[in-house]
């Protein structure tokens, strides 16, 4: 089972940008395909971009279009996730997941790791 573990969140202002990063062990990227999904309080999780094997295939909520880039470098075993132009609304915890099968839906997702805050202040 490949282990996932997410880096990069923290405070930022409305406007500002963020470059979250997952870092995969036990198994190679190559072979899965890596979501990021987030999850404010009191909320469900939701999906927000999505990568296949070889990090050519993306797909991304319409909320995030133009504004999350998602990429995946498979010699370095990590995803990154590029957030620009970033709103209050954006405030939640993220997690990237991998899975076997190119997905937007969480319980398709078979590895997760614990997951990084981002806040953003208005």
């Known amino acids: 089972q490949v282990r996932l573990v997410e880096t990069g969140g923290g405070l930022v202002q409305a406007g500002g940008s963020l470059t979250l990063s997952c870092a995969a062990s036990?198994?190679?990227?190559?072979?899965?395909?890596i979501g990021w999904f987030r999850q404010a309080p009191g909320k469900e999780r939701e999906f927000v971009a999505v990568?296949?094997?070889?990090?050519?295939?993306?797909n991304y909520a319409e909320s995030m279009k133009g504004r999350f880039t998602i990429s995946k470098d498979n010699t370095k075993n990590t995803v990154l996730l590029q957030m620009n132009s970033l709103k209050p609304e954006d405030t939640a915890r993220y997690y990237c997941?991998?899975?076997?099968?190119?997905?937007?839906?969480?319980?398709?997702?078979?590895?997760w790791g614990q997951g990084t805050q981002v806040t953003v202040s208005s």
């Open positions: 997941a991998a899975s076997r099968i190119y997905s937007v839906t969480p319980n398709q997702y078979v590895s």
């Open positions: 036990g198994r190679a990227l190559s072979t899965y395909v």
């Open positions: 990568i296949n094997w070889s990090g050519v295939s993306t």
